[in-house]
T-cell receptor, first 114, second 113 residues
Framework: NAGVTQTPKFRILKIGQSMTLQCTQD?????MYWYRQDPGMGLKLIYY???????DKGEVPNGYNVSRSTTEDFPLRLELAAPSQTSVYFC?????????????FGAGSRLTVL | DAKTTQPTSMDCAEGRAANLPCNHS???????VYWYRQIHSQGPQYIIH???NNETNEMASLIITEDRKSSTLILPHATLRDTAVYYC??????????????FGTGTRLQVTL
C-alpha cells in the first residue's frame, strides 16, 4: 500500500518553462489536494478536488492548473514557471467520510525555478 | 475556522514528556482540534484529533480544556525522532466536505540528548 506518491522529487526549471507534477494515491480517496510550502512558512492550499471531474481553487491558485480525470490521479501543471513558484509542493488525499480532515500526504516535490 | 496560537519553538530532553500548547479561544462547538507534525521537510503527518474529550493513541495524547479554548499535545517520552514542526489546526468535522486545512507556522520542537 503505497499511499500518496509524488513525482518528481526534485526538479529545476528555467523561467517560462512548463511542467507537470504528478500525484497518485491508491487508497480510493475521493478528496485530493495540492499545497505549496515556502521556506520557513506553513502550507498554502493551491487546488483541491472532491472527486473525478471536479476541481476547485484554494488560497493560491494563480499560475497553476489541475485536472482530475481519475480517482487515483491529480496532476498539477505549471504553464509558465516563475521564480516565485520555487517551493516544495505536497499532494494529499483523504476519504472525506470517516476520518474527515485526516489527510495523508506525499513526500513532496521540490521545485526550483531559475 | 478558528484561529490558533502556538509558541514558535520549544525544547525537550530526550525521554521526557513534551507538552505542546495551543490556544484556540474562538473555537466553535462543532470544531475539532487536529494535530499534525512535519519532520524535516517531509509531508505532514496526522497525529491525533479531538472534540472535547481527552484522546490518546499510540503516538500521543491530546488534552482539551473544559472550555475548549486551549489544548495540549503530549508526547509522553520524546525521542530525537520527534524533532519536528507541530501544527495545531481547528476545523469542523466536515464529513462529506473537502478538508481545506490551514497550516500555520506551528511549533518547532527540538528534542535534545
Amino acid at each position: 500500500n503505497a499511499g500518496v506518491t509524488q513525482t518528481p522529487k526534485f526538479r529545476i526549471l528555467k523561467i517560462g518553462q512548463s511542467m507537470t507534477l504528478q500525484c497518485t494515491q491508491d487508497m480510493n480517496h475521493n478528496y485530493m489536494y495540492w499545497y505549496r510550502q515556502d521556506p520557513g512558512m506553513g502550507l498554502k492550499l493551491i487546488y483541491y478536488s472532491v472527486g473525478a471531474g471536479i476541481t476547485d481553487k484554494g488560497e493560491v491558485p494563480n499560475g497553476y492548473n489541475v485536472s482530475r480525470s481519475t480517482t487515483e490521479d491529480f496532476p498539477l501543471r505549471l504553464e509558465l514557471a516563475a521564480p516565485s513558484q520555487t517551493s516544495v509542493y505536497f499532494c494529499a488525499s483523504n476519504s472525506g467520510s470517516s476520518g474527515a480532515n485526516v489527510l495523508t500526504f506525499g513526500a513532496g516535490s521540490r521545485l526550483t525555478v531559475l | 475556522d478558528a484561529k490558533t496560537t502556538q509558541p514558535t519553538s520549544m525544547d525537550c530532553a530526550e525521554g521526557r514528556a513534551a507538552n505542546l500548547p495551543c490556544n484556540h479561544s474562538t473555537i466553535s462547538g462543532n470544531e475539532y482540534v487536529y494535530w499534525y507534525r512535519q519532520i524535516h521537510s517531509q509531508g505532514p503527518q496526522y497525529i491525533i484529533h479531538g472534540l472535547k474529550n481527552n484522546e490518546t493513541n499510540e503516538m500521543a495524547s491530546l488534552i482539551i480544556t473544559e472550555d475548549r479554548k486551549s489544548s495540549t499535545l503530549i508526547l509522553p517520552h520524546a525521542t530525537l525522532r520527534d524533532t519536528a514542526v507541530y501544527y495545531c489546526i481547528v476545523r469542523e468535522g466536515g464529513a462529506g466536505t473537502a478538508s481545506k486545512l490551514t497550516f500555520g507556522t506551528g511549533t518547532r520542537l527540538q528534542v535534545t540528548l
